[in-house]
């Protein structure tokens, strides 16, 4: 019986944690950055499916997630930065996160997450050379 409550709380925690993410996120102002709020729970959702992260590990990700997000996009609308200085600080800032993500990851899950930003980072510097940044 006790075995049978436990189980319930926990399955009950695990199905409403991401509802308080994507709260909290709507908290934190729909205006001209909520679109940027939901590229991040986009891509939450996504490295979520992808790496098969626990509801502990999304929880502790968000904040990470949310920082890096809103460094890229200083630095994305900073009109002072050339191209080859928007792409290092770029760098910078996905590496520092990715500093703080490693630890939270297991070894499978870390090796997944180094494809995904690799890839990530191709992207990106297509976009620098084509000039959409």
Same mark, same amino acid.
Request: a positive charge; hydrophobic letters at 40%; zero cysteines.
């Given at each position: 019986?006790?075995?049978? =409550?436990?189980?319930?709380?926990?399955? !009950?925690g695990?199905? $409403?944690l991401p509802?308080?993410a994507?709260?909290?996120i !709507?908290?934190m102002?729909?205006?001209?950055?909520g !679109?940027?709020?939901?590229? $991040? +729970?986009?891509? +939450?959702?996504?490295?979520s499916?992808a790496?098969?992260l626990?509801?502990?590990q999304?929880k502790?990700?968000?904040?990470?997630?949310?920082e890096?997000?809103?460094?890229l996009k200083?630095?994305?609308s900073?009109t002072?930065?050339?191209?080859m200085?928007k792409? +290092?600080? +770029?760098?910078? =800032?996905?590496s !520092?996160?990715?500093?703080? $993500?490693?630890?939270?990851?297991?070894p499978?899950?870390?090796q997944k997450?180094?494809? $995904?930003?690799?890839?990530?980072r191709?992207?990106m510097?297509?976009?620098?050379?084509s000039?959409q940044m």
């Amino acid at each position: 019986m006790k075995l049978r =409550v436990t189980t319930l709380i926990l399955l !009950a925690g695990i199905l $409403i944690l991401p509802l308080f993410a994507q709260l909290a996120i !709507a908290q934190m102002g729909t205006g001209a950055g909520g !679109a940027d709020k939901q590229e $991040i +729970m986009a891509k +939450m959702e996504k490295l979520s499916s992808a790496l098969q992260l626990t509801p502990q590990q999304k929880k502790q990700m968000m904040p990470i997630l949310m920082e890096e997000g809103q460094k890229l996009k200083g630095i994305k609308s900073d009109t002072t930065l050339g191209p080859m200085q928007k792409m +290092m600080q +770029m760098k910078e =800032v996905g590496s !520092a996160a990715d500093a703080q $993500i490693k630890p939270i990851l297991t070894p499978e899950q870390d090796q997944k997450f180094e494809q $995904i930003r690799a890839q990530e980072r191709e992207e990106m510097m297509q976009k620098i050379r084509s000039g959409q940044m």
